[in-house]
């Protein structure tokens, strides 16, 4: 791969595992300056020293991004250590099984808090500055599941589907103003989070892998990036299908496919 993220600064949030670690690694690889941030603070040091055993340069943050204040708060703190942020990557995520019996609306709650507000905390971080410059790459991780509503996963499809129309409204407000906005949908990625998931993942994929495809695409600076191709046809086909034909074949139990 190029190293088209050579020399510049790309912070990361949800960074511990899954594609956000990919990310981090392969960036940093790149010669990207990296910036990032997870709750872990022991896997975020585990991180931090591959990177740097290997000769790149990075700079972390523990935090959770539901804390409005510790994300604008740890995320200021990471472009003051590496320089303004040319990419900020909204990653985390979290995952819990919400039904109607029980209906769980704590879990709901929490995925609404880090799925989505910790995209808009993320961006609020660092927005003003990359428009004071006139520049800068804002990208959320979105999922598969925001095309569609899938019984047992309520919570987590309406949380990613409020980060995809979020950046679709931002992405056209910002269009004039050098900011670009582009919201990614991943298929099934193998994590410590999907290998507890019992139902079928067709086209999983490692972290590696869509870690690479992201950056291979994002230097074009799509409003929307999904993979694979293969899923988003099957998922096109989910939202044409009857109600009564989801409920007999599909119950997620727990999906994250990119956290």
Known sequence: MAPTFRDKTV??????????RALAVALAAQGAKVGVTARRAELLKSLAEEIRAAGGTVETATLDVGDRVATLDGLKNLADRL?????????????????VEP?????????????????????????PGMLARGSGHLVAVSSMAAYKGLPGA???????AA????????????????????????????????????????WLMTADAGAAEILRRLPGRPGVLNFPRRMRLLMALARLAPDRF???RIRVKVIDPAA
């Open 246 to 248: 989801i409920r007999k």
């Open 83 to 99: 320089g303004p942020p040319d990419v900020v990557i909204a990653n985390a995520g979290v995952s819990e099984p919400t039904g």
């Open 163 to 202: 980060v995809s129309t979020y950046c679709e409204a931002i992405r056209i407000d910002l269009w004039p103003r050098g900011v670009a906005v582009t919201c990614v949908y991943p298929g099934f990625v193998g994590t410590p989070m999907t290998a507890k998931n019992s139902h079928p993942m067709p």
């Open 154 to 160: 309520a919570g987590y499809c309406a949380a990613k």
């Open 11 to 20: 912070l990361i949030t949800g960074a511990s595992s899954g594609i956000g």
């Open 103 to 127: 209906m769980n609306v704590p879990g709901v709650v929490r995925m609404s808090n880090v799925n989505y507000l910790g995209v808009v905390y993320a961006f609020e971080a660092v927005l």
